[in-house]
C-alpha cells in the first residue's frame, strides 16, 4: 500500500490543488470550483499539519451511513485534523460546490482556542460521519467562511488575527450544535446503532469473552459497530448522558449485581469472571458507582 503524501503547509496544499498563492501562509478559504487540479491526480492519500474544515453541495452520488440515507442531502461537512489521512474518493470535481477552510496551528497559538479546538470531537470522526445541514445551517457556516475568506484577502491590521479567531471559533461552536441535533434527528439510525451496541456488549459479556479478552475497549466496540470511537461516545452522550467508557462499565456493574446477589462467588472470583486483572480495580469501581462496597451490596440480600 502507498503511503500517504505529506502536505506539511497552507501553501503545499495550493500547490497540490493548483490554487493561487493564499494570501496567508497560515488560514486559506478556497472554493471548489477554483481547484484546478485533475481529479484523478488527487486519488492518492494525504496528511496534512493543519486543520480542514470543508463545506460540499450539489455533490455527485449519495452519501450513505450503513445502510441508512442521511436526512440532508443539500450539503455535508467534514473535518480533519493534522495528521489524519484524507482522500478524495469518487469525486466529480466539476459538480462538486462548496469551500474549504484550512487553519494551521500555528495560527491559533496564544489563543484559548489553540487547546480548545480539540474538545470538538467530530475532528476524529470518519468520512461516513460527516454532518448534514438543513439549508438554514447551511446558510450559518457559508456566511461566516465568507466572513474568513473576506478577512483573510484584506489587508491585515491590528484587529484581523483577534477577528478571525472569532470567527473561527464561532464556526466550530455552530458546528457543534448542528451535530447535536443531527444526533437527534437521525433517531432511526441512532436507535439501530444502540441497539447494536447492546447486542455486541450482550455477545461479549455471554460468551467468555471478558475471561479470555478482559474489558472491551471503546475503540473494540466502536470497531465493531463499524463507526469511529468518538462519534459513538458523542452520540451516547446526546442520547443517554453517558459515554460508551461509561457504559461499557455500567453494563459490568449490572452484570456484578447479578452475580453478587445469585452466586456464593468470591469477590476475587467475580472481578476475575468481568475481566478485572485486579479485584481493588474492581473493589473501586463498584463502590464508586454503587456507593458500597462489593461485600456490603451482597450482604444487602442476606
Do not use: W
Not at 29 to 53: G, M, R
Not at 70 to 89: C, H, K, R, S
Amino acid at each position: 500500500m502507498k503511503a500517504p503524501e505529506k502536505i506539511a503547509s497552507i501553501h503545499a496544499l495550493h500547490q497540490y490543488l493548483q490554487l493561487k498563492k493564499p494570501s496567508n501562509p497560515l488560514i486559506s478559504v478556497f472554493d471548489f470550483t477554483e481547484i484546478s487540479a485533475d481529479a484523478a491526480s488527487l486519488k492518492n492519500a494525504v496528511t496534512t499539519d493543519f486543520y480542514l474544515i470543508a463545506l460540499k453541495k450539489d455533490c455527485a452520488g449519495k452519501f450513505r451511513y450503513g445502510q441508512q440515507y442521511y436526512d440532508f442531502n443539500d450539503g455535508i461537512m467534514y473535518f480533519t485534523a493534522p495528521q489524519q489521512v484524507l482522500q478524495f474518493e469518487d469525486i466529480l470535481l466539476d459538480e462538486v460546490r462548496g469551500s474549504v477552510l484550512a487553519v494551521h496551528p500555528d495560527f491559533l497559538h496564544g489563543y484559548s482556542l489553540a487547546g480548545g479546538i480539540r474538545k470538538y470531537g467530530y475532528f476524529s470522526y470518519s468520512s461516513s460521519e460527516a454532518l448534514h445541514l438543513s439549508e438554514r445551517e447551511e446558510k450559518s457556516v457559508t456566511d461566516i467562511m465568507e466572513n474568513i475568506r473576506q478577512e483573510t484577502e484584506n489587508n491585515m491590521d491590528a484587529f484581523t488575527h483577534d477577528l478571525l479567531i472569532s470567527s473561527i471559533d464561532l464556526l466550530l461552536r455552530y458546528c457543534n450544535r448542528f451535530y447535536n441535533r443531527q444526533f437527534l434527528t437521525r433517531k432511526k439510525v441512532n436507535t439501530d446503532i444502540l441497539s447494536k451496541l447492546e447486542q455486541v456488549l450482550d455477545d461479549y459479556f455471554n460468551n467468555d469473552q471478558l475471561i479470555l479478552k478482559g474489558i472491551p475497549s471503546v475503540q473494540y466496540i466502536a470497531g465493531e459497530l463499524d463507526i469511529s470511537p468518538n462519534y459513538l461516545s458523542d452520540m451516547l452522550r446526546i442520547h443517554t448522558g453517558q459515554t460508551t467508557q461509561q457504559h461499557i462499565q455500567n453494563r459490568l456493574i449490572e452484570k456484578a449485581k447479578e452475580l453478587l446477589s445469585t452466586t456464593s462467588m468470591s469477590v476475587s472470583e467475580i472481578a476475575y469472571q468481568l475481566g478485572f486483572e485486579h479485584p481493588q480495580s474492581f473493589h473501586r469501581l463498584f463502590k464508586n458507582r454503587v456507593s458500597v462496597s462489593p461485600l456490603e451490596f451482597r450482604d444487602s440480600f442476606n
